[in-house]
């Protein structure tokens, strides 16, 4: 069975740090290109940062030089390390996957992604 499982959301004060895991299961890790995505209350889901099954990264700029996003295929998992950050990254993080085979490039066009995890909640608040 397919499924994507994040963790490592909590509450953190502006400028402090959080690392978020995506584990893969019931598919292999290494032919897929997996997102992530961010959703505050009352704004839609937009994208954070992108891995390719190939290794190479993407980041939006609202998270570049804050985010790095990596992966490691022999425990079935990605990770998004946040550092610096801000109130405005508050939300429900989620991570996705598409499959794209070995040695495939980041996907930052949301529609393709057709699994998804059930997120979880980032506080970033004094």
């Known amino acids: 069975q397919f499924q994507l499982v994040e963790s490592g959301g909590g509450l953190v004060q502006p400028g402090g740090s959080l690392k978020l895991s995506c584990t893969a299961s019931?598919?292999?890790?290494?032919?897929?290109?997996i997102g992530w995505f961010r959703q505050a209350p009352g704004k839609e889901r937009e994208g954070v940062s992108y891995?390719?099954?190939?290794?190479?990264?993407h980041y939006e700029d609202s998270v570049n030089y804050r985010f790095t996003v990596s992966r490691d295929n022999t425990k079935s998992a990605v990770y998004l390390q946040m550092n610096n950050l801000k109130p405005e990254d508050t939300g429900v993080y989620y991570c996705?996957?598409?499959?794209?085979?070995?040695?495939?490039?980041?996907?930052?066009?949301?529609?393709?992604?057709?699994?998804w995890g059930q997120g979880t909640q980032v506080t970033v608040s004094s």
């Open positions: 996705a996957g598409v499959e794209t085979g070995p040695y495939g490039v980041p996907v930052r066009v949301v529609e393709v992604y057709d699994n």
């Open positions: 891995i390719g099954s190939g290794g190479s990264t």
């Open positions: 019931g598919f292999t890790l290494s032919n897929y290109a």
